[in-house]
């Protein structure tokens, strides 16, 4: 099958390339907004760590008491107007579900509620332009974040970084996951090497670009009342997961004494229907596992859903969350070489000496 998508892939790198080339020769031109603006964004589609270096930036930011607005698009949500949500914001009215939101955005602004300087705003739409001018206008932040800028050429930005990892590689989509040739990677001003929980460092010496080294540490176990799971010997689990990269998801399991019983994978973003909560549910009293593990953004989607949020009756997505051992793994991104490269940068932006 891969081998019949090959020809699009060449016909999508054509207008890729073509799209890019007039940008470059200045026949299309980026928007310029007052903010400074940061991009942050992939060559390869999904998986590369996005979303949690937004949340490594946003939190130093904020920490330096700035203003700051975070753009993002909001994947899978069941609406296309622009949502705006102060960090720190307390959902008591559960006006703040997956289906306005999305999971990311709420992953996000769960990890930085806790915060308490500098001003955040969270705004969620589909189109990244519009949201941003939105932003710009009404609000007048000092520097605004777009998360998965990269490809979004119509913004344009202060700091272009580029997330990359060891996936990026392979034939354009929809043969593979890159969403432009490797080598455009020389348009960013910033590279962050993202090696998730491998020891080894991928470092390439790209081009002499500026080069960040990151990785993902563990944390801890917790469930929906935010217990911790006690460290114990070998345990026993069914896992599932609608993330870009699963393989590294499952690394970081056995890692941790995880015997896997079954790996379920979902597409990223996945919707969990009733019927694929119970396919869970029945796979672990079928197996007789201890404990059911997801990731946080598959926590973060089925515990913010109307369906848990504002249901009155029980349904498959309460049971799970209330009535099974289901645990999500809390990890973060760290900066394990380089930071101060990141500081320079940032300091530069905010015209601190």
Known sequence: MKLLLIPISYVFRFFVFIRNLLYRTGILNAKILEPKIISVGNISAGGTGKTPFVEILARMLLEKGRNVAIIMKGYKREFDDIKVVEIGFMNEKLQLNTENLGDEALMLLENLNPVTTGRGLLVVGDDKTKSAKFAAGKFKPEIMIIDDGFQHRKLFRDLDIVILNETTNGHMMPAGKLREPVKNFKRADLLVINNKFESNVINENRENKPQIICNYEFEKFL???????????????????????PESFRKLLKDCGINIKEFLIYPDHHNFTNKNINDILHKHKDTGSDLILTTQKDFVRIKNSELVLKSKSENPYKDILFNYPLFYAKIKMQISKNAEILEK??????RIE
């Open 223 to 245: 469930n929906i009342k935010s217990e911790i799971l006690p460290p114990d010997e070998k345990r026993n689990a069914i896992v599932f997961c609608g993330i870009g990269e």
């Open 345 to 350: 940068e940032l300091n530069r932006l905010l």
